[in-house]
């Protein structure tokens, strides 16, 4: 339609013009970047607990709830990175999951002992401060670096396209849920991030956007040995079951009995 084309580069000419929202943060994306990558007690440690796991499955022929218990290792061996091993001692399937049980306890181990780490995407990513919360916490939002690029290329704004802040503006703008639906992108890597974090980079929430869906966690701490450790975590999760089909989950987990560098449990 003539005279779209022209609109929209107005309009995105207008955004890059808008002052960025204000915010009295007392610390730059760029400086939470760089908490949420390092790890402020690298020394090595053993931390074992007890959990208790809720998981919610939603499949094409119904939802059902799956209930697990068993025990969490979570360790750092010197000059290593952090590990955790989740050991499933009880599940309780519905019935007609039980021939799945072998896959579904993969699964939740696999949300055990995976973990989501912002600090892998984000430098594939526009990344600005969306909000500012109490008690020190930022919510930062993410859009894929070649998204960005795409879009600045497209309504003519080339010359502006290694300017970090105009980047990141525009990235804001991406961001926002009028705009969500047009950023949808294929591809193994996502391409939106959401994620909560406070002034010392710890990762509180995040949410990952992929073309088939988001996965994400929810975690409170609990704090032993002046380290941050689990003690309660939500997850949403997405999965293809040989027999079932796609699989969206979620799983709520409650840890217990934390004991740290206690040996042999």
Known sequence: MPGVRPLA???????????????????????????????????PYTMTADFTADFTLRTATGTFLVKAAGTLTESRAPGGPRRRRAEVTRMDVPLLLRPFGASIRKIITDL??????????????????????????YVLGGVRSDIVTQTMNRYGQQALVRDVA??????????????????????????MLTATVDEAGLVHQVSLAYDWGQVGNRITFVTIGGRPFWLEVTSDSASEVSGIGRVDGTMLLRMSNHCLNCGSR
Do not use: C, K
Not at 15 to 30: E, F, H, N, R, T
Not at 112 to 136: C, N, Q, S, W
């Open 9 to 43: 580069t107005a309009l995105l000419a207008a955004i890059l013009a808008a002052p960025a929202p204000a915010l009295g943060q007392a610390v730059s994306v760029d400086a939470l970047l760089e908490r949420i990558a390092a790890d402020p007690n690298p020394q």
């Open 166 to 191: 105009v980047r990141r503006q525009i990235a804001r703008w991406l961001w926002t849920p009028p705009q969500r639906a047009t950023i949808v992108r294929p591809g193994p890597g996502p391409y």
């Open 112 to 137: 055990i002992e995976a973990e989501l780490r912002p600090a892998e995407v984000t430098p594939h990513m526009d990344v600005f401060i969306a909000e500012e919360r109490p008690a020190g916490r």
